[in-house]
């Protein structure tokens, strides 16, 4: 029986650990705090393959988008998904553009994508205040939506432990490196834990595992702000996305409003009250597509970075000239996963190399 020490219990590291458990592997996941504390508990987790290129980037968004829908089929429930699709609309000129011309490329890739009337936005948001969207364009994905990160990755980790796969509460300090063979990891703690393969699923801290740096690849995070408000009766039904801000709700009556713009602003360290101003900012401008979130205030303020490989695409594989070693990094970890885990356990299996994710090898960095 092969062992894998999985390394990280995010959604990337408990969909592969899940599937190698699946497969009859033997299975440690290594996780220094709680399950899905990293980025995936600091994610807008909006399942699309709607801004993505090149074409081979946004085929692999894609087929999480199908991994995610087959999800429901293979467990019968899925509480971490949320359907609905994604509604956008921009009222800035360039925007504007920028949408037509990406409406056209979705159509040629025959991703699900058409423009709706006002009265078709209205029906599917009812609490939209009249005249929200102006002039412009509606634009509609109807197989988009969000998911629940910490629910699936409970789902995951507690289906994997059913079959076997241990969960270790141990910070990676080091990886056991033996000539060109990895061998396993040491921890802060003092302990080794070896394994056949060791997978890295430790998103944005994938280089600062103590390893040599002939395990490490370049990364070029950037930093998001994410607002999620207390619990308010909003009305705001699945994935809002317009000029100056995209919103969702986010359970129990909150909603969750994302501001690319606003972003670049910040550092991680950036002190909550800096934050907030443009925190109700943003709120400020969803209260006047959404009338019912009028009052509603930032309940909590999150930076993250974003795990995002050196040239903006992931990095799942082998390294070269390195047996017994495999990264799977990626930014849209939330549209991946379910495919990733799939595919990553596959090939960790011996299988065929994975056809869809040969331009993705972090061999492409050496
Ligand atoms: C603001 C923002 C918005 C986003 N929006 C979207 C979106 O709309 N759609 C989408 O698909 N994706 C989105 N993403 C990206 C997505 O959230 C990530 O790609 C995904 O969560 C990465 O998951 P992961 O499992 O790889 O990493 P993580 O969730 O970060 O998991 C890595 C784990 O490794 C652990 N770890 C780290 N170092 C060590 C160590 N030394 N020892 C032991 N454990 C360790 C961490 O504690 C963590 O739990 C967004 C990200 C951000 C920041």
Redesign the pocket.
Known sequence: MTHFIV????????SIAYRLAEAGNAVTI????H??????????????SNEKTPYDYYHI?ML?MRAHRALGNEFGVRPWYHGGGAVEWRSDAVEAAELSERMERLNDWSYPAEWISRDELHRLEPALADGASGDARIAYFPDEG?VD?TVYIEFFLRRARELGAVLRR????GIVLRGTRVTGIR?QSGMTIEGDVVVN?????AN??GQDASLSFPLAPTV???VVTRPAASGVRRVIRTSGVNFRPDGAGRIML?SEHD?AKFTLESPQEEVRPVADAVIARAARLYPDLLGASAEGM?L????IPGDGVSAVGPLPGIDGYYA??????????PWLGRVVAAELAGGAPEKALENFRPSRFF
């Open positions: 390394l990280g219990a995010g959604i990337v590291g408990t290594v996780e220094r705090n399950p899905g504390c990293g980025t995936s508990s600091t994610s807008f987790a909006w399942t699309n968004n999480g969000w990160p141990e910070t990676v300090t921890t699923c430790t998103g944005r801290w600062d595992l998001g702000l994410l994302q972003e999150r993250a970075l974003r795990a799977a990094v990626t930014h849209s970890g939330v549209t991946l996963a």
